[in-house]
């Protein structure tokens, strides 16, 4: 397991002209990734997790805050550098299943609309490919305009594998 890569840490300038902190996701940040998913609308909560979920469980909280840094990764983007609350995140996590790693992002929802989702999308991938990863997988609701047209938009290959439990499996390709 791969120590803390602070290298990744980074101010960005959003499409409004705000700066955000950038890093990769921590340990200790489970309260802050609880209250960014208490701050989400419950449609943003759906597209992200594909189904109505009332909070957001034990298990999911340390197992996106429990990460190798190689196998599973995670920014967050934060106001603030040394403290939360937390607007962003996005991870990708490798799924032995499909052999490649799956992609995820949430922005809460007063902080959609200003590039962070496009600025994740760029820079978790480019990540994944440092690890070794060339081919990502995304799980995302049809009706989930914003995500389809992030990955269009992003230069990269996108193809639609199949239907899944009535979301789009995507191959993301880098």
Known sequence: ????????EEWVELRNGRKVFLRPVKETDGPLL???????????VHLRFLSPLPQLPDQLVYRFTHLDYVKDFGLVALINED????IGV???AYDPETGMPEFAVAVRDDWQGNSLGSIF???VITVGKENGYSRFSAMVDPQNRTMMHLFKRSGYGIKTIRMEQGAYFLEIQS
Do not use: C, H, T, W
């Open 1 to 8: 397991m791969e120590s803390y890569p602070s290298r990744y």
């Open 34 to 44: 609880v209250d960014l998913f208490n701050k989400m609308s419950p449609s943003s």
């Open 83 to 86: 403290s939360g609350p937390i």
């Open 90 to 92: 996005a991870r990708y």
């Open 121 to 123: 999308l760029a820079r």
